[in-house]
């Protein structure tokens, strides 16, 4: 790795710490990185393409979504809902208001 790529690489991982975890804007980031916000914007999405980054959530709506996904691309549907159940009661209340949800962003 060349120095430039060490600099770059630092660079990177600067700028994402500051974003993510100190929850600085990227305005603030560029300031004290001495560059602009569109190289700060630029320096966070290559961190998070490159593996650097990586979020995480935990909560079970965020496997609900992972679900979606990989039924949308498996079965090349338009659209893909899925919602959790915690019990057998709580699943038609569940599948309820996620159709709501759906109705509400049509017809809107």
Known sequence: MSKEDDIRLDQKVRAAWMYYIAGQNQSEIASQL???RPVVQ???AA???EGIVSINLHHPVANCL???QLLQEKYRLLECN???AFSEESTLDSVSFGCYQLMARYLQ
């Open 66 to 68: 992972d679900y979606a």
């Open 47 to 49: 961190a998070k393409e």
């Open 42 to 44: 630029r320096l966070i």
């Open 34 to 36: 001495g560059t602009s």
């Open 82 to 84: 899925v919602v959790p």
